[in-house]
């Protein structure tokens, strides 16, 4: 049955954004930087591009949730990515031990990225950690779409470790927001804590391919990232990211994206992109 949802990640969430512990905002332990596709115009589908820096010496603790705000005027819930489901984790974590743990669509992919984080061992040793990231649609519930990380360690361990995450809405001047929920490893505690340093991802890239089956059989395809409107809006494009530790503390960062020049008119004929289902 088909269905209509957004996503787009990157990205993180959930319009209440007050919770308990100090709070760093805006400070410069957390750096957020997001930009359009190179080429990208106003009117046209573009892939949103997000880096995220956290600073280990004022932010040692673990990291365990990351909530994205993005704004209304983003085609995230119009796009053509997201056209099939990944079966969530039963919980907001899970250990990989399979070669293909997930067996999720091809068409379920909305992004790609990468990551490094430390691995503080118990006796104080820290050794870098770097991973591939990513990032799936998951099933509509409760008005929210549910989504799946998967980080597949390169080196030097290679655990395959899976996150679960919502889209839902956004408070103005946001339209939604994505959280992904990173809580402690089972099997790490007491042996090593992990800290995340750096993550990239790139939602709606050209990197995505997605399989069509028609009447002549399969053919692969490029979907269609995040559309942007036709106007830029009057700030810019806005963008929060909220960031919650195991001390209890937070930190936030915030930007904004410039606006790109418009697109040309579109020829006649033109076919319309896919959307959410």
């Known amino acids: 049955m088909p269905r209509r949802a957004a996503i787009a990640v990157a990205l993180v969430v959930l319009s209440a954004l007050a919770a308990p512990g100090p709070a760093l905002a805006r400070s410069h332990a957390v750096q957020l930087r997001v930009a359009f596709d190179r080429g990208a115009q106003l009117g046209a589908p573009t892939?949103?591009?997000a880096e995220l820096r956290i600073d280990p010496r004022r932010l040692s603790a673990p990291l365990l949730a990351v909530r994205?705000?993005?704004p209304d005027s983003l085609g995230i819930l119009t796009s053509g990515l997201g056209l099939a489901s990944c079966r969530p984790p039963a919980g907001a974590f899970a250990a990989i031990i399979l070669d293909d743990p997930l067996?999720?669509?091809r068409n379920a992919v909305l992004g790609y990225g990468t990551a490094l984080a430390d691995v503080r061992l118990a006796d104080g040793e820290l050794i870098p950690e770097y991973a591939g990231v990513t990032v799936l649609a998951g099933p509509v519930a409760?008005?929210?779409v549910a989504l799946v990380a998967y980080v597949e360690g390169q080196h030097p361990f290679g655990a395959r470790l899976v996150y679960a995450g919502t889209l839902a809405s956004g408070?103005?001047?946001f339209g939604g927001a994505l959280d992904v929920r990173m809580p402690e490893i089972p099997s790490l505690v007491g042996f090593a804590t992990l800290?995340?340093?750096e993550m990239k991802l790139s939602i709606g890239s050209r990197a995505i391919t997605y399989v069509a089956r028609?009447?002549?059989g399969a053919r692969d395809f490029h979907p269609e990232g995040v559309g942007l409107p036709d106007r830029c809006p009057r700030d810019a494009f806005p963008f929060r990211v909220r960031l919650d530790f195991g001390d209890g503390r937070h930190a936030i960062a915030a930007t904004r994206v410039p606006c790109p020049p418009a697109?040309?008119?579109?020829?006649?004929g033109a076919g319309a992109g896919g959307g959410i289902r």
Do not use: E, I, K, Q
């Open 214 to 216: 028609t009447s002549r």
């Open 263 to 268: 697109a040309a008119p579109a020829s006649a």
């Open 103 to 105: 067996r999720c669509p």
């Open 47 to 49: 892939a949103l591009s």
């Open 68 to 70: 994205l705000l993005y």
């Open 142 to 144: 409760n008005g929210r």
């Open 171 to 173: 408070a103005p001047p």
């Open 195 to 197: 800290s995340l340093l």
